[in-house]
């Protein structure tokens, strides 16, 4: 228990010391970069109803799943999905940015709650925000222009919003711009897609949500190859740790079944892979965890917030 402790508080550490030498590093740096924002699933954590360990105690730095994209050169800022924290992501974003409160755009990933939610703050009752841009696919375009209370943003020009399309790729500023891709997922209301984030010198593909890999039109395997970094669905570890629901009904690929699909992959490419948009009972969350150190030990990451990334 004692080693478990101190093992804990070395990690703590090591993830605070690497925190300020990267915001330090950003502050001087005018390349683009992308900085980690929330890691969590929609419901976050601790997570409405839930009466386990994982969710008896408020931790700040658990959040809903979100990315930040800062070039600094064009006094630009990014928010990739508006989740439910985005109004503490918007703060971590300008620590790190040193920009206006403030973001110059939101990319949308789909509509279930964790990824657009966040764009009720954007109204008359919070920031009561003027033509933020709002990149969206044609279903999702259509279910905000259609369904209160996100039609009224848009009629009261709080948000413009600005039409994706499949593997389209398009310019935020002139040394980012994004790609997205349709993937498959439970589309009640949108499309679901990812994004292939472009900048400079490096790429990232973000995949935060997808029913299993081998449903997609796309090899991940190959998606992998192409990008410096891949944060990519990591929902559940195995079905054990949701005992209270049916996992068929929301299906996600278990981290276990991705690491033995990467197996093979050489160390290069396994040291790109970090698990992203976790559920409140995934035993990934506690740093101290067998299965935590396990893929760990086999060369793989769990995104944490607040880490950065030279885009």
């Known amino acids: 228990m004692i080693r478990r402790f101190l093992f804990s508080i070395i990690l703590m550490l090591f993830f605070e010391k690497s925190h300020s030498q990267s915001l330090a590093t950003n502050k001087n740096n005018q ?13 976050g954590s601790p997570h409405i109803g839930c009466e386990k360990e994982c ?6 730095n658990k959040k809903v799943v979100s990315l930040g994209l800062v070039d600094k050169a064009s006094k630009k800022q990014f928010i990739v999905e508006a989740s439910p924290d985005i109004t503490s992501q918007i703060k971590i974003l300008n620590e790190f940015s040193g920009n206006k409160n403030s973001v110059d755009g939101i990319l949308l ?3 279930h709650i964790g990824h657009y939610s966040g764009l009720m703050y954007l109204g008359k009752e919070a920031k009561n925000a003027s033509n933020i841009p709002v990149y969206a696919m044609p279903r999702m375009k259509s279910f905000l222009e259609k369904n209160g209370p996100w039609s009224q943003l848009v009629n009261l020009k709080n948000i413009e919003i600005k039409e994706l399309f499949d593997k389209k790729e398009m310019t935020l500023t002139n040394r980012i711009s994004v790609i997205p ?3 498959p997922h439970r589309d009640e209301y949108s499309e679901t ?6 900048g ?16 997609w039109e796309m090899k991940i395997v190959e998606m992998i190859k192409e990008v410096d970094y891949a944060f990519i669905d990591g929902t559940f570890w195995d079905p054990a740790e949701v005992n209270n629901r049916n996992i068929t009904e929301i299906p996600h690929p278990l981290v276990k079944e991705s690491m ?3 197996s093979q ?14 559920n409140h009972t995934n035993p990934l969350l506690n740093l101290t965890t067998n299965e935590y150190k396990d893929l760990v030990k086999k060369g793989f990451h769990v995104a944490a917030i607040k880490q950065v990334f030279p885009l």
């Open 31 to 43: 390349d683009p970069f992308l900085v980690i924002l929330g890691t969590l699933q929609d419901g």
């Open 55 to 60: 969710c008896k105690k408020i931790d700040s």
């Open 109 to 111: 990933s789909h509509a």
């Open 181 to 183: 891709y349709q993937v």
């Open 193 to 198: 897609i990812g994004f292939k984030i472009i």
């Open 200 to 215: 400079p010198n490096k790429t990232a593909l973000f995949i935060p949500d997808i029913d299993k890999w081998e449903k």
């Open 260 to 262: 033995l699909k990467f």
């Open 265 to 278: 992959l050489p160390s290069t490419e396994k040291n790109k892979i970090w698990f992203i948009h976790l």
